[in-house]
């Protein structure tokens, strides 16, 4: 069912048949509307919501000619009086796209101020409120209407709906494997933690790992290895490209989170007590991976599972199909980049005294190192395959 709000103006006027603007009163102004429509979602830290609500609560009188306003998106507006609007908005699973396009943040200094007894009589604010808009046109504007602060693209990608193929398909496996993400989408987004290994982009990076097309040292390609920097948008192109690696999704997603266990099992049981030999692991701090199950006590970089991910592609052929099930591998490869490789990569430069975590991850020798590592174990795994099934064809032939 629709909701409605009443919103007690001063005066307000038909722009067009689809738009009105008003002079609100900010004290009786509606705080809880929804904010489906915005791309954001408000942060009480920002200096965008300090200067609004110091701007609010010093000079209330004033607020309205320092405020951009408020811009709403609403199903249907019925003027209640000289003096008051009544707001029908329909909910979310009503199919609407109504709520506060633009203005999160001057919303929430209006729950503030209120919740700390400022008085707000005198305080108005300009109300754009557009009629019947369609989900598309409504996230249009909140691209358009959030400037006052950068907004991340990865808010503004989520905002045009790009990130939709991923969020049917993380739906589709919460359902089939009984598991719980948590992924931020956009920024400062409710309910979603902070760990960077969270961030849709993080996801999307782990997909890039295992293009055994697009990123093939041995190919003409001058792209040897994936970028481990953010995504900025994604083409028609890049979505196409990321919905074949989709399937593959879940497997890096494993890797990740077994490489934090046995990062876990070394500190645990380190060789000198009370001392970590591994650059850039925080005892200090905690990691959170997307999966909701797994919880780390100590912090890391958010790409140190990336080389290692990124070896695997060599197990893909070109349509991404695993030469190896991947199952018979997968723990055991994963134990031998740990052993003779990463783990003392890691250990080496904690003795040199390289703590940078980004530099430690993207230093190319250590993806080359992985990447030979992982064509020789494959070669030797296909090595033994074949030899297995020559002795079964040479005992075949003798029985026979």
Not at 165 to 181: M, Q, S, W, Y
């Amino acid at each position: 069912m629709p909701k409605n709000w009443t919103l007690k103006v001063d005066q307000y006027i038909n722009a067009n048949s689809n738009c009105i603007i008003a002079t609100a009163h900010v004290e009786s102004f509606p705080t809880d509307l929804p904010l489906e429509p915005n791309i954001r979602e408000p942060n009480p830290k920002s200096s965008t919501y300090k200067q609004l609500f110091d701007s609010l609560t010093t000079q209330p009188e004033k607020f309205f000619q320092r405020s951009n306003g408020i811009v709403l998106c609403v199903n249907k507006v019925k003027s209640k009086s000289k003096t008051e609007l009544e707001l029908e908005i329909l909910q979310a699973n009503e199919g609407g796209a109504d709520g506060i396009i633009n203005g999160g943040h001057t919303v929430l200094a209006f729950e503030q101020a209120r919740a700390n007894k400022y008085d707000l009589t005198l305080a108005r604010v300009k109300v754009t409120i557009h009629i019947g808009l369609s989900e598309n046109e409504a996230l249009d504007i909140a691209l358009a209407s959030n400037t006052s602060a950068p907004v991340d693209a990865r808010s503004k990608v989520n905002a045009r709906g790009d990130y939709k193929f991923i969020k049917h398909f993380l739906g589709r496996l919460e359902n089939e494997e009984d598991i719980k993400f948590r992924i931020a989408y956009y920024q400062n987004q409710s309910g979603a933690p902070k760990s960077p290994q969270c961030n849709i982009n993080h996801l999307i990076k782990l997909m890039n790992c295992l293009d055994r097309n697009k990123y093939n040292p041995d190919s003409k390609s001058r792209t040897k290895h994936p970028p481990v920097s953010n995504t900025p948008s994604l083409s028609d192109a890049e979505r196409q490209r990321l919905s074949k690696l989709l399937p593959l999704l879940p497997k890096g997603l494993w890797i990740e989170q077994r490489l934090f266990n046995i990062i876990e099992e070394h500190i645990t049981n380190p060789r000198k007590k009370g001392t970590i030999d591994l650059a850039s692991i925080d005892p200090r701090k905690n990691t959170l991976l997307s999966d909701s199950r797994y919880s780390f006590g100590f912090g890391a970089p958010a790409d140190i599972a990336m080389p290692i991910v990124a070896a695997y592609r060599v197990f893909l052929d070109e349509n991404y199909n695993w030469l190896i099930p991947f199952d018979d591998f997968a723990e055991d490869f994963l134990q031998h980049l740990w052993a003779n490789y990463y783990r003392k990569y890691l250990v080496s430069e904690k003795l040199a005294g390289n703590t940078v975590g980004s530099k430690i991850c993207r230093n190319p020798v250590i993806w080359d190192n992985l990447y030979v590592s992982a064509q020789s174990y494959l070669n030797q795994r296909l090595l033994k395959m074949v030899g297995s099934n020559n002795n079964k064809r040479e005992q075949l032939t003798l029985a026979n």
